[in-house]
């Protein structure tokens, strides 16, 4: 065993504080990474808090983890001490069901392994996550950061989640040029989902219930701003889109988003993982065949997709770097939707911990 640090809280009510713990040593393939950027995830704090009422204690968060490998069992082929590498929200999963064996692990029938507060099977002992100077995964949950992306870190992290959250539903229900795709929300995910859908050549429509957001949708290339709480606005544009990513993070009114959608199209939504704050009107669905559908994070094949896809076209998250020790008052911003984007911790702040 090694000994790791980290910041974890002890209960859902409690503050995330230093934290002291122990990874095992590296197995025949198994991969050691020093982690230097950890991105805040909003489910972090949905986590955290025991929002899901799934939560284990102590939670160490964090999934999106870039860092450097520092060690490699003697059976790994892939990566090698000193690769730029990236850890999502799996470290594990059953690899022999149905969804595993098609390359669909975050759908895997026994239940995936999360990066943290995922329990290892059998002994049921929490998986600790990225809010920690070091960990160990096994090669085939570790990813490759392209070059092309070396001189921006930070901007990194957050495409472990945020990045193939949002590609893997516009990879799957194919969306390319030429088509008319809405973003609902331009927060952690939101701004990347309009970054990679332009990238694809879609005319991207920001949809949004701030005001103040207008400019910066533009200048991340959007075509056009639709104020949400303006029913004018909305209606006006019925019936206009091809595909409708929803990235609210909490449980909200659909049906006006529906209402949006072209006949045969789709709106998806990867931000709220409860219960709607009311029914889908099925006869604006059925009235022309539109679907409403949800999505899950990404499979490890999408997330290294998603990391070579942003390295060819210069792509990375928006940030703001915060000290580990800031992590609090970061998770209130984040709550408080006062988060521009996205933070993400610059590890080397966790040196003063261990003072």
Same mark, same amino acid.
């Given at each position: 065993?090694?000994?790791?640090?980290?910041?974890?809280?002890?209960?859902?009510k409690?503050?995330?504080?230093?934290?002291?713990?122990?990874r095992r040593?590296?197995?025949?393939?198994?991969?050691?990474?020093?982690?230097?950027?950890?991105?805040?995830c909003?489910?972090?704090v949905?986590?955290?808090?025991?929002?899901?009422?799934?939560?284990?204690?102590p939670c160490?968060? +964090? @999934?999106e983890? /870039?860092?450097?490998?520092? *060690?490699? &069992?003697?059976? #790994? !082929?892939?990566?090698?001490?000193?690769?730029?590498?990236g850890?999502?929200?799996?470290?594990?999963?059953?690899?022999?069901?149905?969804?595993?064996?098609?390359?669909?692990?975050?759908?895997?029938?026994?239940?995936?392994?999360?990066?943290?507060?995922g329990?290892?099977?059998?002994?049921?002992?929490?998986?600790?996550?990225?809010?920690?100077?070091?960990?160990?995964?096994?090669?085939?949950?570790?990813?490759?950061?392209?070059?092309?992306?070396?001189h921006?870190?930070?901007?990194?992290?957050?495409?472990?989640?945020?990045?193939?959250?949002?590609?893997?539903?516009?990879?799957?229900?194919?969306?390319?040029?030429?088509?008319?795709?809405?973003?609902?929300?331009?927060?952690?995910? +939101? @701004?990347?989902? /309009?970054?990679?859908?332009? *990238?694809? &050549?879609?005319? #991207? !429509?920001?949809?949004?219930?701030?005001?103040?957001?207008?400019g910066?949708?533009?200048?991340?290339?959007?075509?056009?701003?639709?104020?949400s709480?303006?029913?004018?606005?909305?209606?006006k544009?019925a019936?206009?889109?091809?595909?409708?990513?929803?990235?609210?993070?909490?449980?909200?009114?659909?049906?006006?988003?529906?209402?949006?959608?072209?006949?045969?199209?789709?709106?998806?939504?990867?931000?709220?993982?409860?219960?709607?704050?009311s029914?889908?009107n099925?006869?604006?669905?059925?009235?022309?065949?539109?679907?409403?559908?949800?999505?899950?994070?990404?499979?490890?094949?999408?997330?290294?997709?998603?990391?070579?896809?942003?390295?060819?076209?210069?792509?990375?998250?928006?940030?703001?770097?915060?000290?580990?020790?800031?992590?609090?008052?970061?998770?209130?911003?984040?709550?408080?939707?006062?988060?521009?984007?996205?933070?993400?911790?610059?590890?080397?702040?966790?040196?003063?911990?261990?003072?």
């Amino acid at each position: 065993m090694s000994a790791a640090i980290g910041y974890a809280a002890k209960s859902a009510k409690a503050k995330l504080v230093p934290f002291h713990f122990e990874r095992r040593e590296p197995g025949a393939h198994d991969v050691a990474i020093h982690i230097e950027y950890c991105g805040v995830c909003h489910s972090d704090v949905h986590q955290v808090r025991d929002d899901w009422s799934n939560s284990l204690y102590p939670c160490v968060p +964090g @999934h999106e983890i /870039v860092g450097r490998v520092t *060690a490699v &069992g003697d059976k #790994v !082929t892939q990566h090698k001490v000193g690769d730029l590498v990236g850890v999502g929200c799996m470290v594990d999963s059953c690899q022999h069901c149905a969804s595993c064996a098609e390359g669909e692990e975050q759908y895997c029938e026994n239940g995936m392994l999360a990066t943290y507060n995922g329990p290892f099977k059998p002994d049921g002992s929490n998986t600790y996550g990225g809010y920690s100077d070091h960990m160990v995964v096994t090669e085939k949950f570790v990813l490759r950061v392209p070059t092309s992306l070396g001189h921006r870190l930070q901007g990194v992290a957050p495409l472990l989640c945020a990045g193939v959250t949002t590609y893997s539903p516009l990879k799957h229900w194919k969306v390319g040029p030429g088509q008319k795709v809405a973003v609902v929300g331009l927060g952690g995910l +939101g @701004h990347v989902a /309009v970054k990679i859908a332009v *990238a694809m &050549g879609t005319e #991207v !429509t920001v949809i949004t219930s701030s005001l103040d957001k207008e400019g910066r949708a533009r200048e991340l290339g959007a075509h056009d701003v639709i104020y949400s709480k303006d029913p004018a606005a909305m209606l006006k544009h019925a019936e206009k889109f091809d595909f409708i990513l929803s990235t609210i993070p909490v449980a909200h009114d659909v049906n006006p988003y529906v209402e949006l959608l072209k006949r045969d199209g789709h709106l998806v939504l990867v931000g709220a993982l409860e219960p709607l704050a009311s029914g889908t009107n099925n006869m604006l669905v059925a009235s022309k065949r539109r679907s409403v559908a949800g999505s899950f994070i990404g499979s490890l094949a999408e997330t290294q997709e998603v990391l070579d896809f942003c390295g060819k076209h210069g792509i990375t998250s928006d940030v703001e770097l915060i000290d580990i020790k800031n992590i609090n008052q970061a998770f209130g911003d984040v709550e408080k939707g006062k988060v521009p984007f996205r933070y993400v911790i610059d590890m080397a702040t966790l040196a003063a911990a261990k003072k």
